[in-house]
């Protein structure tokens, strides 16, 4: 069963149906939001993705907004906020992930402008050519996790069937 299909089956206040609708696959323009998807998909690692998404409010307040500069100066005292916040998932590795993955975020900007012109720079690749990019850059960054960031924000195909509406609507963005 697709993902598409699954949402179709689920009730209307379940998360991923919003997320289906409205996100899932649809471009993104801002770093920040871009960064945040990115911190999402570090975290869903080991967990289900409806998880993430009851506690993506408490993901954005935690981390500043998903403000790439703010996150990349998080010292000890961030660390340890983050690793003692019920609201978001308290893991050393992701938290670690994040801030580093911020300030790589940073140099990348530096060179390219922004990390979305990054990624345009890079795109289209194959998703192995972008899982050896990312790891070259990012920390905890695996297959799924590169795929998944990747297809949430419409630079790998996958994320809708042809035959769902969605699919359609983000064909017209592009």
């Not at 690793?83 to 992930?97: M, T």
């Not at 345009?120 to 799924?144: A, Q, R």
Request: charged share 25%.
């Amino acid at each position: 069963m697709t993902y598409c299909q699954a949402v179709q089956q689920m009730d209307a206040d379940n998360p991923n149906v919003y997320y289906h609708d409205h996100e899932y696959g649809f471009p993104l323009e801002d770093d920040d939001e871009l960064f945040g998807r990115l911190i999402l998909e570090i975290n869903q690692a080991g967990l289900s993705w409806t998880t993430i998404l009851k506690k993506k409010d408490n993901f954005r307040k935690a981390y500043s907004e998903f403000r790439i500069e703010q996150i990349a100066n998080y010292g000890e005292d961030d660390r340890t906020r983050l690793l003692s916040d019920v609201g978001i998932i308290r893991n050393r590795l992701k938290v670690n992930a994040a801030i580093h993955n911020a300030q790589r975020i940073l140099l990348l900007q530096q060179e390219y402008g922004s990390f979305k012109n990054w990624l345009d720079h890079y795109h289209p690749l194959t998703k192995v050519e972008w899982v050896k990019l990312f790891k070259k850059h990012f920390k905890f960054v695996g297959g799924e996790i590169v795929n998944e960031f990747l297809m949430s924000t419409g630079y790998l195909p996958g994320a809708h069937e042809p035959s769902c509406p969605i699919y359609a609507r983000i064909r017209q963005l592009k």
